[in-house]
C-alpha cells in the first residue's frame, strides 16, 4: 500500500526505536516539528490519494498535531523552568476527549495473563504478597523510572516472562520468581505501544477489521504519534540522577491516576530489540488509585486472580529438562510474539527456550487464588 500517510512512517526518525544524541529538549522540539512540515507537506497527496478524507477532516487532524505537539513542549519548558504545578496541568490539557478516544480505545479482556517477575536469590520462593506492588509502608523503595515516580507505588506487570526478565537487565534465571497474574474485569488502557510503527503499511493490511479501515488507523497513528513518541525515547545517559526521557511518561502516569475510566499504559518495552511489527513486547503500569499508611491499593490488587508464585531454580528441578508440550503448543503459546532474539541477530521460537518453558508452565496453573488469599498469607 503506497499511501502517503503510512509512508510518512517509513522515514527513520519516525520509526522505532527512537534514539538520539545531544539534548533532549532541542532534539524532541525538532523532531515534533519534522513531523508536523512532512505530514503538511504530504496534503495535495493524501487528498488525491483517497476519497476517505475531506479536505477539512485532515485540516482538522494536521491542526490537532500541530497543537499537540505545541503542547508538549510548553508542557517540557514548564517542567524544565520547575514549575511542576503547570506541567501538570499541562498535560491535562494534552489528553483532551480526542486524544484519550484515539490513544486508549482498547481493554485488557476478562481473562487476560499477565506476569510479574522478582530476583531474588532464595530456592525456597517467595509468597504471592511479595509480588504485589510495593506495599505503601515501604514506598521508600519506588524509584524513578519511565513509568516510576519516586516514592509512589505502582503495579508493573509484563505480556510475557521474556518481557520482564529483559526489564530485570537479563538477571540470572535462577533468581527469578514468576508469578501469573488473571483480570476480574475489563482494564482500559492508554496504549503506547510503538511496534505499529516499525510497518505500518503491514500493520494497516492485516488489521483492517480492527481499525474499520485504513484511513481510520493511520488518521489515529498520526493524531497521536507526537505523545507516543514523547513517552518512547531511549534514555542516553542511564547512570544520570534526572533523566529528561521520563518527564512525559511520569507526567502521563499521574493522569491515568487521576482518570475515573482508565487504569493502565501499555508501553513498548525500550530493553528488547524490535524485529517485527509483530513484536509485541509489552508492559503494563497500574498506578495506585488510593491513599493509605500501609498494604496495597485494594482497587488494583482486586482485579485480578494469582497464580502461586514460581521459583525458576525449582521450575529447573522440577522438570528436569523434560516436556510434555506438543510442537503447535510451543509455537503459539504467547499470542504477543512468537520468537525472541537471546543472541543479537539469532532468532529463537520462545518456546523453545527456557524460559518460554517457564511461562508455559506458568500457563497451566489454573488453580487461582484472590487477593484476600494473597495478603492472608494463604498462598
Known amino acids: 500500500m503506497n499511501n502517503p500517510l503510512a509512508t510518512l512512517f517509513e522515514i527513520d526518525d519516525f520509526k522505532p526505536p527512537y534514539h538520539y544524541k545531544g539534548d533532549f529538549k ?14 503538511k507537506s504530504r496534503k495535495d497527496e493524501i487528498l488525491k490519494s483517497t476519497v476517505e478524507i ?7 487532524t494536521i491542526a490537532s498535531v500541530e497543537h499537540l505537539s505545541s503542547q508538549i513542549i510548553r508542557t517540557l519548558n514548564y517542567y524544565y523552568d520547575g514549575d511542576l504545578k503547570e506541567a501538570i496541568e499541562s498535560i491535562h490539557k494534552v489528553m483532551d476527549k ?13 481473562g487476560t495473563a499477565f506476569y510479574r517477575v522478582r530476583k531474588k536469590r532464595s530456592a525456597a520462593g517467595l509468597k504471592a504478597k511479595e509480588l504485589l506492588h510495593i506495599p505503601f509502608e515501604q ?9 516510576s515516580i519516586p516514592g509512589y507505588p505502582s503495579l508493573y506487570l509484563g505480556n510475557s516472562i521474556y518481557t520482564c ?21 475489563a482494564i482500559k488502557y492508554v496504549d503506547l505501544t510503538v511496534n505499529r510503527f516499525l510497518d505500518v503499511s503491514w500493520y494497516v493490511k492485516n488489521n483492517k477489521e480492527k481499525y474499520r479501515g485504513d484511513m481510520a488507523f493511520l488518521m489515529k497513528s498520526v493524531r497521536t504519534w507526537p505523545l507516543i513518541v514523547a513517552c518512547s525515547i531511549k534514555v542516553q545517559k542511564p547512570m544520570d540522577n534526572f533523566k529528561p526521557e521520563y518527564i512525559f511518561p511520569q507526567l502521563l502516569l499521574q493522569f491515568v491516576k487521576k482518570a475515573k475510566d482508565i487504569s493502565a499504559i501499555k508501553y513498548t518495552s525500550t530493553h528488547v530489540t524490535l524485529r517485527s511489527v509483530n513484536d509485541d513486547f509489552a508492559n503494563i503500569v497500574m498506578p495506585v488509585k488510593s491513599r493509605n499508611d500501609e498494604g496495597y491499593c485494594s482497587e488494583i490488587c482486586n482485579a485480578f486472580n494469582y497464580s ?8 529447573n528441578i522440577e522438570s528436569g529438562e523434560v516436556y510434555q508440550y506438543d510442537s503447535s503448543e510451543l509455537e503459539f503459546m504467547n499470542p504477543s510474539f512468537s520468537e525472541v532474539e537471546i543472541h543479537t541477530g539469532r532468532n529463537v521460537l520462545y518456546g523453545n527456550t527456557k524460559l518460554g518453558r517457564f511461562e508455559l508452565n506458568l500457563k497451566h496453573q489454573n488453580s487461582l487464588h484472590s487477593y484476600i488469599e494473597v495478603i492472608n498469607e494463604d498462598i
Open 139 to 147: 514506598r521508600g523503595k519506588v524509584l524513578t523510572q519511565r513509568f
Open 165 to 185: 526478565w529483559e526489564e530485570l537487565h537479563r538477571c540470572q534465571l535462577d533468581e527469578i520468581h514468576a508469578i501469573k497474574y488473571v483480570n476480574l474485569r
Open 54 to 60: 475531506s479536505p477539512s477532516a485532515l485540516d482538522k
Open 26 to 39: 532541542q532534539h524532541l522540539t525538532e523532531l515534533l516539528k519534522k513531523f508536523v512540515t512532512e505530514l
Open 308 to 315: 502461586k508464585p514460581y521459583s525458576y531454580e525449582l521450575h
Open 98 to 110: 480526542k486524544l484519550l478516544s484515539d490513544i486508549s480505545p482498547s481493554s485488557f479482556e476478562t
